[in-house]
């Protein structure tokens, strides 16, 4: 991770921010805030659930989110990784990636899965730099984190 790079808890004021590296305006910006606040759940999710905000210098640079699930018959699910145009290629998804991996070893959550579009090469090999190995087509996959930290 980069020296001025900082990983914390989203906030209900990081809102707004999460929502503006994505597409979608205020009803994305309330569906951020219900997946923060566990009022909103993507299909499959269980109730436990993390956010959390990359910080580089005094900026908001990219966050991760993930939960627990039954999905593909996972406990895990990386939910959304963003960071903004001006922080890639500074590690900040990797330090992201690197701190809901530690979070879902934490809750006991070895088996995790990502969905990313078979065309976005440079997050799939952020992903397979991470450790994650291919599902199929749209899914990559931990299989036991407890390995990975080994």
Known sequence: M?????ILPAQPEDTQFLA???SGGYQLEQ?????LEGSYSPRFAQG???VFVAWFETQRAG???GHRTTRFGCEGELQWL???EAFRGKGVADALI????????SNSIFKVCVNVDPDNIAGRKVYFRNGASELDSHWL??????KKQS
């Open 31 to 35: 569906t951020m805030l219900g997946y």
């Open 48 to 50: 436990d659930r993390a």
């Open 63 to 65: 966050y991760v989110a």
């Open 141 to 146: 996959i931990w299989l036991d984190l407890r």
């Open 98 to 105: 690197q701190r809901v991996l530690d979070w879902f070893l």
């Open 2 to 6: 980069h020296p001025k790079t900082l």
């Open 20 to 22: 503006s590296l994505r």
């Open 82 to 84: 963003n960071v903004a």
